[in-house]
Nanobody, 126 residues
Framework: QVQLVESGGGLVQPGGSLRLSCVAS????????MGWYRQAPGKEREGILC????????YFSDSVKGRFTISRDNDKNTVYLQMNGLKPEDTGVYYC???????????????????WGQGTQVTVSS
């Protein structure tokens, strides 16, 4: 089992920044890929960023490309999502996912046995 805990969400004004963290614990050797999904009110969950432990370039959805970046601290088993230039449409619950999910230039695809965090709320509003 892998446990994922997200943090860093909150209320921010349009144009502001937030950094989300996802700390992994447990059987982390099972993790080959990680990603961030978000679910806006009334909408389906959307994969916005996926990355792997290999040499593949990360995937960024068009909605966040150029504004969001990902980094990781392997010593802390933590992945960070840096969100800049936030817009009201970025509002939603952000989830960290890890396991064997795959991605291409067109999107992310989770596997049935991937692990999910509990989510952290991000609200962008003036």
């Amino acid at each position: 089992q892998v446990q994922l805990v997200e943090s860093g969400g909150g209320l921010v004004q349009p144009g502001g920044s937030l950094r989300l963290s996802c700390v992994a614990s447990g059987y982390i050797f099972a993790i080959t890929s990680m990603g961030w999904y978000r679910q806006a009110p009334g909408k389906e969950r959307e994969g916005i960023l996926c990355t792997s432990s290999g040499n593949l370039d990360p995937y960024f959805s068009d909605s966040v490309k150029g504004r969001f970046t990902i980094s990781r601290d392997n010593d802390k088993n933590t992945v960070y999502l840096q969100m800049n230039g936030l817009k009201p449409e970025d509002t939603g619950v952000y989830y960290c996912v890890a396991g064997g999910l795959t991605y291409s230039n067109f999107g992310c695809w989770v596997e049935p046995d991937d692990f999910w965090g509990q989510g952290t709320q991000v609200t962008v509003s003036s």
